[in-house]
């Protein structure tokens, strides 16, 4: 069996008819090759889903995560989901999963891609250029790249922390405040390039937001001067 499964959402129904707007793009010749030359009706299945469940981007993000961590550590997936699903129940007293007919919601999945970033900041697991970040992880993920000096954008370490959306100008860095300021880390080449080609440029390419930091953070990250 080849059954094949697309994401759409709903744009209309009148009568007996609905119109769905695909997410992805669906391969025609695909479709027309796949059933070995069959050319009778093509039927489909209408699920639909809880929109209070977590979303496809959510699952994607767990799933290159750990398999970041599998390339770098060798530990194979299964286990690695045993021991993320197993911290988020210790956490919260609930199960977790990510499979089609799972009740995990948006927020559940979030707790988990959060737990998993932990462990990846933590341990200094090298990680991919590039992730598609869902809207639910953003802050935290830039958060933890600023305070563990993580390039955000290619992973790597010790990077600059930048004062992101506006420049120190000739101010001096001890005399201002800096929790007026958005930071992000940039390694040196993706920090020069931010200068280069100015920060909308930046932004548009990269995605990245710049977060704010306590007084503490600040300190403890010697920002100040
Ligand atoms: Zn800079
Ligand atoms: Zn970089």
Known sequence: MNNLTYLTKIVKISGNKIV????????IDRLKTIFNGFDG???AEL????PRGFTPQQRRFVFALMQ??????GEPLESLKDVFYWQFRYFTGKDISL????????DEVS???????????ENDIPFREGYEIPPQNTQYYFYKCVTTRTCCICGKKNADIDHFDKALGR??????????????ALCRTHHQ???????????NKHHVIGIKLSQEEIKKLRIGG
């Open 20 to 27: 769905l707007e695909l997410k992805e793009e669906l391969n």
């Open 41 to 43: 009706e093509r039927q």
């Open 47 to 50: 699920f639909i889903k809880d």
């Open 68 to 73: 970041d961590i599998y390339i770098y550590t």
């Open 99 to 106: 499979s089609n007919e799972s009740e995990s919601s948006v």
């Open 111 to 121: 707790t988990l891609s959060e737990l998993i970033l932990d462990f990846i900041f």
């Open 171 to 184: 101010r001096k860095r001890s005399e201002v405040d800096h929790t007026e300021f958005n930071f992000a």
């Open 193 to 203: 390039e931010k200068h280069q080609i100015g920060i909308a440029a930046f932004k």
